[in-house]
């Protein structure tokens, strides 16, 4: 032992020298890089929903002009025609020319039922091909204009 008892009372510490407080503040070097970052990352996601926007702009012009078809009274097989037009030129923009243009037919049907999950266009495909092969439309309680035209709002929304 290096002490002794008697060294141990004579030995007097004194009290405890704490440093003073820190102040806190927002004018040291690393908040305004953490400023900084945020605004960046702030004009970044503004950047990419303008991009986005802008990318889709096909997709809302397409919706309009289903709507406007919608409130037209045009016979079902020109209704049914110019929806189709809107579609193919909708998967155009989306996807590769060589794959959509030369589409008809089931096959045309198949590519829009496989691009959006709920969606059944080959359940219309007499009513489909009378109106833009033969120019007729046959009138039956199995076509609901309704539903083709939700169906065809819902794929122009989701099909990329």
Do not use: C
């Not at 589409?103 to 091909?129: A, C, E, M, P, R």
């Amino acid at each position: 032992m290096l002490f002794q008892d008697s060294q141990l009372n004579e030995l007097e510490l004194g009290s405890i020298l704490e440093p003073d407080p820190i102040p806190f503040s927002f004018d040291t070097l690393g908040w305004k890089i953490v400023f900084m970052v945020l605004v960046l990352l702030w004009l970044y996601t503004i950047y990419r929903l303008l991009i986005k926007y802008k990318h889709n702009k096909y997709k809302r012009d397409a919706i309009v002009e289903i709507k406007e078809l919608i409130k037209n009274d045009h016979p079902e097989s020109k209704f049914i025609t110019n929806v189709l037009l809107v579609l193919k030129r909708t998967a155009l923009q989306s996807y590769s020319r060589l794959d959509v243009a030369s589409l008809q037919g089931d096959d045309w049907l198949t590519f829009l039922d496989k691009k959006v999950s709920g969606i059944n266009f080959i359940k219309y495909k007499n009513h489909i091909s009378n109106a833009v092969y033969r120019d007729t439309f046959e009138p039956s309680t199995e076509f609901d204009k309704e539903e083709f035209s939700r169906m065809t709002i819902k794929w122009i929304k989701n099909h990329a």
